[in-house]
């Protein structure tokens, strides 16, 4: 389990503003229950989800870079909260899956040539004996503009995307399980990622979504 709490070159839970925001957040909280929730909001709602963020280096999926940067796609968001979690304390581990997203913008979609993701990035932290997910990924800014259930978490019980949206419309459905890591597995997600998509949205990487998406 101790594994699960050590720093890693993208998971650095021992800089120095992880730490400072890890302590804001928990100030004066003694159940873990009650740290994870406020790690989890933090990181749901402060930490802006953005499709488009830089992802094709390694300086992209650094914890105290994402934190500072306060936006990110789903595998940076999840990096941010296992950072704060292990720098208090509790185990945290990343967990990835592949994903079907039905309401996936148009622009997105026709780079990627379909609605297919592959290593969607999520949470899992051991608690009261057991592995619980966390999916801190779509902000409730970003839910509300777009009639997508937000994702909520008591500290103890899964949370997960959910399967339609505010209106009952298809969402997300998972596909495929990809496993736990320690840390970012870098080179399965770029790999995947050009397997999946091709070399022409590995170049949207390169070149940086944001200009060619207007964000």
């Known amino acids: 389990?101790?594994?699960?709490?050590?720093?890693?070159?993208?998971?650095?839970?021992?800089?120095?503003?992880?730490?400072?925001?890890?302590?804001?957040l928990t100030k004066g909280q003694e159940r873990d229950t009650d740290k994870v929730r406020s790690l989890f909001y933090f990181v749901r709602d402060k930490i802006k989800y953005n499709p488009y963020s830089p992802r094709y280096s390694p300086e992209h999926y650094v914890a105290s870079t994402i934190l500072e940067r306060r936006e990110g796609y789903c595998?940076?968001?999840?990096?941010?909260?296992?950072a704060l979690a292990r720098a208090v304390g509790i185990p945290f581990r990343l967990r990835f899956a592949d994903i079907?997203?039905?309401?996936?913008?148009?622009?997105?979609?026709?780079?990627?040539?379909?609605?297919?993701?592959?290593?969607?990035?999520?949470?899992?932290?051991?608690?009261?004996?057991?592995?619980?997910?966390?999916?801190p990924a779509f902000d409730l800014r970003m839910c509300q503009e777009n009639h997508i259930i937000p994702v909520e978490f008591d500290g103890k019980n899964d949370?997960?995307?959910?399967?339609?949206?505010?209106?009952?419309?298809?969402?997300?459905?998972?596909?495929?399980d990809r496993g736990h890591y320690q840390d970012v597995p870098l080179g399965k997600i770029l790999d995947a990622a050009t397997r999946a998509y091709g070399s022409e949205y590995v170049e949207h990487l390169k070149k940086g979504f944001r200009k060619d998406a207007g964000v």
């Open 100 to 135: 079907k997203n039905y309401l996936v913008p148009k622009k997105l979609a026709e780079w990627m040539g379909t609605n297919f993701f592959v290593y969607h990035g999520y949470d899992e932290l051991f608690i009261k004996r057991r592995w619980v997910k966390a999916t």
């Open 75 to 82: 595998v940076q968001k999840a990096v941010v909260l296992v």
């Open 1 to 24: 389990m101790n594994k699960y709490l050590e720093a890693t070159s993208f998971i650095d839970c021992d800089a120095w503003s992880i730490k400072e925001k890890t302590q804001d």
């Open 159 to 176: 949370a997960i995307f959910h399967s339609h949206n505010q209106v009952g419309k298809l969402h997300i459905e998972y596909v495929r």
